[in-house]
């Protein structure tokens, strides 16, 4: 296939996993905040949010200070931040539109459809109730098009290439809520935290989905690195970074199949899912959580530049 | 314009009915208006899901549009089809033959046919095309003839359009629509098919690959992307054709041969259905600020390595000046009458004819050479004193410039409109296919209709819309 079909299909897949993770932090957020200070601590929620999408210094360039306007605003309709979900929105309905025969009908009507009633919204949620009807339809759309896409898309490298933006993302996603909320995230031996941090834990799990299934795996409270060790090992956890790259691994392997061709995508995806499949939490701790997450994302990146290198550019 | 009377394709002149629209017009008598109603609602919906649209992009916001769709077919009996048939073929086997001649031999120029000027001083002259071979000797593989009708038995040629000529996903999407919602009227006839037409076409694009490419040629069609207002068409085609539909950033050149980037590397390309204008088609020959074209197309194009359709420099064949040398033309390479006609056209550049003109300015339409979208143009039965004394001026002054033609009644059609079925006027417009085997025609074409009373604008711009065309199996 055309690799700008493929860079397409890919990125499309990307904004809209990325717009429907937007909307799940600020509905974990706005929850968040809504509670008396004594439950959730000093800081700043709203410029935590920020950092977990990862612009913050896009932010800071157009705000001062990190409210719930000036981030809501930013994050979901804002037209100067091109991972808006409003942006990530536009983009991924033009990029549909420009391989429009690469997709099926009903993956086009589940984006062509988001896209008009995105108008509807507008700029500026009235209320808070109205902003959350917002969010809510935002993770509904994405779940539309996922949906279509895995129910209708014929098994071959258009569908292959557009899982690989959905896992990269995720992938990307879940590590950078961990790479802000590490700090609470600690082992067993230095834990001093007390309720206070139960909701900073259910927020994170939120922001994956993962409340209930956090409770079907463990059948235990919230203990802080069982949150890490879900998030990041689980291979039953559909957002954790190891179910991310089985699957990143297996799509890649489908396409060298199909190709006849193994590649640097392939390899380096291999060598980052051994790497989580062989860890443990107790290690990871060891070795400090932070400078884990942080190789993580790197890693991650350079997999996404090596299959953007391989077959899209 | 009052005076003339329009023949009407389904009453004629005398009000009786012709036999073709027979069933049609019973039909008609029969169905209640709010059936009619409720069909023509459903058809706009149809057409708005699948989302055949007219993009239309300002600076900031943008919009889609649907081009109205009329439900009410237009009927063109066999033997009719059968005419028009013939005349296209024969006047695309000539427009073919006179290309090759222009960029070849210029044996219609020697032999004073086409006078020269009107060629080599026109901006759609092409001089790179000078000596060059292209695959096969076809340059016109796609052309959209419109056709206009007068009578029961006249029609005329209305224009060549020998670039890249649009419309056809109208005409297979109409078919598709109307075959949902009225499958009792189709019962009621034999309407030969036209949902073929993807298939004729990529024989046709398949047949003139060049001699180098392998036993299976690769074919794409290059669109300008998404900002163009027919890429609805593109992508509507390329998906009928099973071909992909390239930007021009997906292919490039090297060592002379076209390549597309795919994601197992490059990939020879060797057809190119192109709906991108000549002037955008290679920086490195034509306009140089083009970001639509392929840097290194022509030269490859040159070399024999890939075929483009349509040809380079087609224009000169449709263009307005060449136009009234048509039947000429065809004369000098086929040795027989035309069986379409053209419009009779006067040419001002010669004495004699604009003695005429300027003697029936108030009966005439007359245009300028090179315009377009009605500019510059004097419409002499609606045109006051001044008007035409103003123009009788730039014409004696500049005669070169102008053409005159009649003032044409374009037939009518039975149409849906505010008060019910009036008739409007129509003209239609065949694709004619030319492949290295055979020319291909599907039967039928986009019918354009002017949907206001009295309008002889079928332009979707100025308030046209379509209708299906049936062309009746005998």
Redesign the interface.
Same mark, same amino acid.
């Given at each position: 296939? %055309?690799?700008? #079909? @493929?860079d397409n299909l890919y990125w499309l897949a990307r904004y809209v996993e990325r717009a429907e993770y937007l909307a799940r932090i600020l509905e974990a957020t706005q929850r968040l905040t809504a509670m008396p200070l004594a439950y959730t601590g000093e800081t700043n929620e709203w410029e935590s949010a920020v950092a977990t999408a990862g612009c913050s210094a896009a932010f800071f360039s157009h705000h001062k200070e990190a409210n719930e306007e000036t981030v809501t605003d930013f994050l979901a309709f804002s037209p100067s931040n091109p991972s808006s979900i409003r942006n990530c929105f536009e983009v991924a309905r033009?990029n549909a539109?420009?391989v429009? #025969?690469a997709l099926t009908m009903e993956m086009?009507?589940a984006i062509?459809g988001t896209w008009l009633e995105l108008k509807r919204f507008g700029n500026k949620s009235s209320s808070r109730e109205e902003f959350l009807r917002f969010l809510q339809w935002v993770q509904g759309s994405s779940l539309r098009f996922d949906g279509s896409a895995y129910r209708t898309m014929l098994r071959n490298?258009a569908y292959w290439?557009s899982r690989l933006g959905v896992y990269l993302e995720r992938a990307d996603n879940t590590a950078r809520i961990l790479d802000v909320k590490y700090h609470l995230l600690l082992p067993p031996q230095e834990h001093v935290g007390g309720p206070l941090d139960y909701f900073q834990w259910s927020s994170i799990l939120r922001s994956v989905s993962a409340l209930t299934a956090y409770h079907w795996v463990y059948r235990d409270s919230l203990k802080p690195w069982l949150v890490a060790d879900l998030l990041i090992l689980n291979e039953q956890m559909p957002r954790s970074l190891a179910s991310c790259y089985e699957n990143l691994v297996q799509n890649l392997d489908r396409?060298a199949g199909a &190709?006849g061709r193994q590649g640097p995508a392939q390899r380096q995806a291999r060598t980052i899912r051994t790497r989580l499949q062989n860890a443990r939490m107790e290690g990871i701790f060891q070795q400090g959580l932070h400078e884990f997450i942080g190789e993580f994302i790197d890693d991650n990146n350079r997999l996404g530049a090596a299959v953007n290198q391989q &077959? %899209? @550019? | 314009m009052a005076l003339i009377t329009a023949f009407d394709e389904m009453k004629g002149l005398d009000g009786q009915v012709r036999p073709a629209y027979a069933a049609l017009s019973q039909w008609l008598a029969e169905v209640r208006p709010e059936v009619l109603d409720f069909r023509r609602k459903e058809a706009e919906l149809l057409f708005r899901r699948i989302g055949i649209t007219f993009a239309v992009y300002g600076e900031a916001e943008a919009t889609e549009r649907l081009i109205p769709f009329d439900v009410i077919p237009r009927i063109l009996a066999a033997k009719e089809w059968d005419t028009l048939q013939r005349g296209l073929e024969q006047r695309v086997k000539a427009l073919n033959l006179y290309l090759k001649d222009i960029y070849g031999k210029r044996e219609v120029l020697k032999a004073g046919i086409v006078p020269e000027d009107l060629v080599f001083q026109n901006p759609v002259f092409r001089p790179e095309m000078n000596g060059q071979k292209v695959p096969h000797d076809i340059y016109l593989h796609i052309a959209g003839i419109d056709v206009v009708r007068v009578d029961a038995d006249t029609f005329y040629v209305l224009e060549d359009n020998a670039r890249t000529p649009s419309g056809v996903s109208y005409m297979l999407e109409n078919r598709e629509i109307m075959l949902r919602l009225f499958p009792e009227l189709f019962s009621r006839h034999r309407v030969a098919p036209v949902e073929n037409y993807p298939d004729e076409l990529l024989a046709t694009l398949k047949s003139v690959a060049p001699d180098v490419a392998s036993g299976d040629p690769t074919v794409v069609l290059l669109t300008p992307g998404v900002f163009n207002s027919a890429y609805y068409e593109h992508s509507f085609l390329a998906d009928k054709l099973g071909v992909e539909l390239v930007e021009g950033g997906d292919l490039f050149v090297k060592g002379g041969i076209v390549y597309m980037r795919t994601t197992q590397g490059p990939k020879r390309v060797d057809v190119i259905y192109r709906r991108i204008d000549d002037d955008f088609l290679d920086p490195l020959s034509f306009r140089p600020d083009s970001a639509l074209g392929v840097a290194g197309l022509m030269s490859a194009y040159q070399a024999g390595n890939v075929t483009l359709a349509n040809a380079v420099g087609t224009g000169i064949a449709d263009d307005k000046a060449i136009y009234s040398y048509m039947p000429e033309v065809l004369k000098f390479y086929l040795g027989e009458e035309p069986i379409l006609k053209n419009v009779p056209t006067w040419r001002c550049r010669e004495p004699d004819h604009l003695a005429y003109v300027l003697d029936h300015l108030e009966e005439l339409v007359v245009k300028e050479v090179h315009g377009s979208g009605g500019y510059g143009m004097l419409i002499g039965p609606t045109a006051d004193k001044a008007q035409i004394a103003a123009f009788r001026i730039r014409l004696k002054l500049n005669p070169r410039n102008f053409i005159a033609q009649p003032t044409l009644a374009l037939s009518t059609c039975p149409t849906c409109v505010e008060a019910g079925v009036a008739p409007r006027h129509v003209d239609l417009r065949p694709f004619v296919l030319t492949g290295r085997d055979r020319i291909r025609i599907v039967p039928g074409g986009l019918t354009r209709v002017a949907l206001k009373q009295g309008s002889l604008v079928v332009n979707s711009s100025q308030g046209g819309g379509t209708k299906d065309t049936w062309v009746l199996d005998r």
């Open positions: 296939m %055309l690799s700008r #079909t @493929a033009h539109r420009s429009r #025969t086009w009507e062509n490298d290439f396409i &190709y &077959y %899209l @550019a | -």
